[in-house]
Nanobody
Framework: QVQLVESGGGLVQPGGSLRLSCAAS????????MGWYRQAPGKERELVAT???????NYADSVKGRFTISRDNDKRTLYLQMNSLKPEDTAVYYC?????????WGKGTRVTVSS
Protein backbone atom coordinates (compact mmCIF):
# COMPACT_ATOMS: atom_id res chain seq x y z
CA GLN A 1 0.00 0.00 0.00
CA VAL A 2 1.05 3.53 -0.77
CA GLN A 3 -0.24 6.50 1.20
CA LEU A 4 -0.44 9.98 -0.31
CA VAL A 5 -0.95 13.10 1.79
CA GLU A 6 -1.52 16.48 0.18
CA SER A 7 -0.80 19.85 1.80
CA GLY A 8 -0.48 23.50 0.88
CA GLY A 9 -4.04 24.39 -0.02
CA GLY A 10 -5.80 27.48 1.24
CA LEU A 11 -7.45 30.76 0.35
CA VAL A 12 -5.68 33.02 -2.13
CA GLN A 13 -6.66 36.12 -4.08
CA PRO A 14 -6.93 36.06 -7.87
CA GLY A 15 -3.48 36.46 -9.40
CA GLY A 16 -1.81 34.90 -6.38
CA SER A 17 0.27 31.75 -6.02
CA LEU A 18 0.21 28.54 -4.03
CA ARG A 19 2.46 25.51 -3.87
CA LEU A 20 0.90 22.14 -3.23
CA SER A 21 2.86 19.18 -1.94
CA CYS A 22 2.06 15.47 -1.88
CA ALA A 23 4.12 13.22 0.37
CA ALA A 24 4.20 9.53 -0.48
CA SER A 25 4.89 6.80 2.07
CA UNK A 26 4.37 3.09 2.58
CA UNK A 27 5.42 0.21 0.38
CA UNK A 28 7.14 2.22 -2.32
CA UNK A 29 9.27 0.45 -4.89
CA UNK A 30 8.99 2.83 -7.82
CA UNK A 31 6.27 5.35 -8.45
CA UNK A 32 5.77 5.70 -12.19
CA UNK A 33 3.30 8.37 -13.24
CA MET A 34 2.29 10.86 -10.57
CA GLY A 35 -0.26 13.56 -11.05
CA TRP A 36 -2.57 16.21 -9.77
CA TYR A 37 -6.30 16.19 -10.37
CA ARG A 38 -8.97 18.57 -9.17
CA GLN A 39 -12.68 18.55 -8.55
CA ALA A 40 -14.68 21.74 -8.42
CA PRO A 41 -18.11 21.90 -6.74
CA GLY A 42 -20.72 20.24 -8.92
CA LYS A 43 -18.16 19.07 -11.47
CA GLU A 44 -16.33 15.86 -12.26
CA ARG A 45 -12.73 15.29 -11.27
CA GLU A 46 -10.35 16.44 -13.99
CA LEU A 47 -6.69 16.12 -14.83
CA VAL A 48 -4.46 19.05 -13.95
CA ALA A 49 -0.98 17.71 -14.67
CA THR A 50 1.05 14.52 -14.66
CA UNK A 51 4.75 13.72 -14.52
CA UNK A 52 6.48 10.47 -15.34
CA UNK A 53 9.47 9.04 -13.51
CA UNK A 54 11.68 10.21 -16.41
CA UNK A 55 10.46 13.78 -15.94
CA UNK A 56 8.10 13.98 -18.92
CA UNK A 57 5.23 16.33 -18.09
CA ASN A 58 1.68 16.77 -19.34
CA TYR A 59 -0.68 19.64 -18.52
CA ALA A 60 -4.33 20.43 -19.01
CA ASP A 61 -4.78 23.30 -21.46
CA SER A 62 -6.46 25.38 -18.76
CA VAL A 63 -3.30 25.49 -16.61
CA LYS A 64 -0.51 25.55 -19.20
CA GLY A 65 1.89 28.42 -18.59
CA ARG A 66 0.57 28.98 -15.06
CA PHE A 67 1.12 25.69 -13.21
CA THR A 68 4.32 23.64 -12.92
CA ILE A 69 4.43 20.04 -11.75
CA SER A 70 7.63 18.57 -10.32
CA ARG A 71 8.75 15.67 -8.20
CA ASP A 72 11.59 14.86 -5.83
CA ASN A 73 12.07 11.11 -5.97
CA ASP A 74 14.52 11.09 -3.07
CA LYS A 75 11.98 12.85 -0.85
CA ARG A 76 9.10 10.91 -2.40
CA THR A 77 7.24 14.15 -2.84
CA LEU A 78 5.19 15.61 -5.67
CA TYR A 79 4.70 19.35 -6.08
CA LEU A 80 2.40 21.68 -7.96
CA GLN A 81 3.42 25.32 -8.24
CA MET A 82 0.34 27.35 -9.12
CA ASN A 83 0.77 30.93 -10.32
CA SER A 84 -1.67 33.52 -11.69
CA LEU A 85 -4.51 31.75 -9.97
CA LYS A 86 -8.06 32.37 -11.18
CA PRO A 87 -11.41 31.89 -9.44
CA GLU A 88 -12.06 28.95 -11.78
CA ASP A 89 -9.07 27.16 -10.24
CA THR A 90 -11.10 26.77 -7.05
CA ALA A 91 -11.38 23.06 -6.30
CA VAL A 92 -10.19 20.21 -4.15
CA TYR A 93 -6.83 19.08 -5.51
CA TYR A 94 -5.94 15.40 -5.35
CA CYS A 95 -2.60 13.69 -5.69
CA UNK A 96 -2.41 10.46 -7.67
CA UNK A 97 0.36 7.90 -8.15
CA UNK A 98 0.80 4.71 -10.12
CA UNK A 99 2.98 1.80 -9.01
CA UNK A 100 2.99 -1.44 -10.96
CA UNK A 101 -0.47 -0.73 -12.29
CA UNK A 102 -1.98 0.06 -8.91
CA UNK A 103 -3.36 3.59 -8.65
CA UNK A 104 -3.39 5.43 -5.35
CA TRP A 105 -5.14 8.64 -4.34
CA GLY A 106 -4.73 11.15 -1.57
CA LYS A 107 -7.66 12.68 0.31
CA GLY A 108 -7.22 16.09 -1.25
CA THR A 109 -6.42 19.66 -0.26
CA ARG A 110 -8.81 22.53 -0.88
CA VAL A 111 -7.82 25.57 -2.92
CA THR A 112 -10.08 28.61 -2.94
CA VAL A 113 -9.34 31.55 -5.20
CA SER A 114 -11.42 34.53 -4.19
CA SER A 115 -11.13 38.21 -3.39
Amino acid sequence: QVQLVESGGGLVQPGGSLRLSCAASGSIVKLNVMGWYRQAPGKERELVATIRSNGWRNYADSVKGRFTISRDNDKRTLYLQMNSLKPEDTAVYYCNADQNGMVYWGKGTRVTVSS
